[in-house]
């Protein structure tokens, strides 16, 4: 009888940790996951997201309405991380891990760091854990954009693009 149960117990185990294995297992999202890097200046800079594909779908002003927040990706919040102190749009960010949203508009780009980086998308964003705040102006890409990119380069330029929209902010 013990030997049932052992085995059953080993069995349920083993069942829980493929469960949770596969869980895990990002890649195989609709919008996988994706990091931008770069050492700008001596310094670390990680942008971790979801990135989701246009499809064929109007982006800008339905899919993500202008004038609302947004996660600026998909799955979890994007995070940003860098390993020592910076400035975005002229004001400082302490080292460390943060959200990463937007509040896209026609003409003007809301970047907002906030505090909570541990959250899935924007449904919990709460304005008050807000550490920065910056505007940018989008600008149109070359190409379409399929998949939402980041890219950092060396002297800090971050731009995100997807679809027919380029948003740069600079991190010093």
Sequence with gaps: MKTIKFF?????FFSFMTFVGQAQDKSDRPSPPQTAEATVKGTKVL????????KGRDLYGDLVPYGKIWRTGANEATTVTVDKDVKIGGKTLKAGKYALFT??????????????????????????????????????????????????????????????????????
Excluded: H
Aim: glycine share 8%.
């Design 47 to 54: 942008i971790d997201y979801s990135s989701p594909a246009a």
């Design 103 to 172: 509040i896209p508009g026609e003409n003007d780009w809301e970047i907002i760091i906030n505090s909570e980086w541990d959250q899935w998308g924007a449904y919990n964003y709460d304005a008050s854990k807000d550490v920065l705040r910056t505007s940018v102006k989008p600008m149109k890409t070359d190409s379409n954009v399929e998949s939402l990119r980041f890219t950092i380069d060396e002297g800090g330029l971050v731009v995100m693009a997807w679809g027919d929209t380029q948003v740069p902010f600079k991190i010093e």
């Design 8 to 12: 059953g117990a080993l069995t349920i």
